[in-house]
């Protein structure tokens, strides 16, 4: 996100017109990767991608024909046959439902605060005639959708995608408007307490995924770390000693990172517990703490137990149960 707005802020400075394409709906196509932009100014030029490629002439297109006209934003319900999904890299056909939105109603505060690497939602009232609003975490939202109301629900509804790290997407039905709430946050960052092997596997694991990862072993570097965390971050301790554990744990839950997880046996949980609410941590941020931490997966090497730890990770951002899909209903991608 902080590269799509470094191109937004380009335009903006050269004065150039511009919409915003993204998916807000699809069925098939498989796993495909998640919050992607695609920008495109009245002469096509392009910035960002979308899906690949294999919808953008369509998309470039009408973005072209919504600049020369002065409506807000327009929606295509797109085909993708099976021959260009698997030419972009996707895993079946499908279709697919893209919000193309004029770059002159969006509130320029999104791409400011994105710039920072800070999260921040948009929302898009479609059929509502009024520009998007922006909610922040523990901000005044910036705009309205014209009724307090409407106005109420959306920050409601944006500021839990918020603390999911990476991008989130939620669609509500307003009488006859359709809310279509975007979060983005940035790069999740992992933080490990205690140097090992597993330090090691968390962090190739987490660099698949495209976030970073820090590996520190004392609690003062620890609370250092972890007071340049937001809640789209992620605090992992694998330290059993509970001068290292227990400060950091209560920072971590404190500042109210995203996902914090403890490595341990039960029994060492439930000290752990009984550690953090002697030192004043209330039980609301305790029951925050995912420890032990990982999914039950049944791993052995510390690879596999990092598989595990991620696997909860992701479960946990996307709201999902972790349970196999075969046990499960409803879509199968987050």
Do not use: K
């Not at 002439?57 to 085909?79: K, Y």
């Not at 279709?95 to 710039?115: G, K, N, S």
């Not at 140097?195 to 004392?218: C, D, K, P």
């Not at 517990?273 to 703490?289: C, N, P, S």
């Amino acid at each position: 996100m902080q590269g799509i707005a470094a191109i937004v802020e380009t335009w903006r400075t050269q004065r150039r017109s511009g919409a915003l394409a993204r998916v807000i709906g699809a069925d098939g196509l498989g796993p495909r990767p998640g919050g992607e932009l695609l920008l495109v100014d009245a002469n096509g030029r392009t910035g960002g991608t979308l899906l690949a490629g294999a919808v953008q002439p369509e998309v470039i297109a009408a973005a072209r024909r919504l600049l020369e006209r002065s409506e807000p934003h327009v929606v295509l319900d797109l085909d993708v046959d099976a021959v260009d999904a698997t030419a972009a890299g996707l895993t079946c056909g499908g279709a697919v439902q893209v919000l193309v939105q004029r770059l002159d109603v969006i509130p320029t505060e999104l791409w400011d605060t994105l710039a920072a690497g800070r999260p921040a939602a948009l929302v898009t009232a479609l059929g509502g005639g009024v520009a998007p609003v922006v909610v922040r975490p523990g901000g005044a939202m910036i705009g309205t959708l014209g009724q307090s109301g409407l106005d109420t629900m959306a920050q409601a509804e944006a500021e839990p995608l918020l603390t999911h790290p990476g991008p989130s997407l939620s669609r509500i039905a307003v009488g006859p408007l359709q809310l279509i709430i975007e979060a983005w946050n940035p790069v999740p960052r992992l933080l490990v307490v205690g140097a090992s092997e597993l330090s090691i596997a968390l962090s190739r694991q987490v660099e698949l995924l495209g976030w970073t990862a820090t590996t520190t072993v004392t609690a003062e570097a620890a609370r250092t770390a972890i007071s340049e965390l937001s809640l789209a971050d992620v605090v992992i301790v694998i330290d059993h000693d509970p001068f290292v554990a227990t400060p950091v744990l209560a920072a971590a839950l404190e500042r109210g990172i995203g996902f914090v997880g403890a490595l341990g046996s039960r029994r060492t949980q439930q000290r752990r517990r009984e550690h953090l609410a002697d030192v004043g941590v209330t039980a609301l941020a305790v029951d925050r703490l995912h420890g032990p931490v990982g999914l039950d997966i049944g791993p052995r090497t510390p690879a596999e137990t990092a598989v595990s730890i991620v696997a909860e990770i992701i479960a946990v951002r996307s709201s999902r149960s972790g349970a196999p899909l075969t046990r499960t209903t409803g879509r199968i991608s987050g």
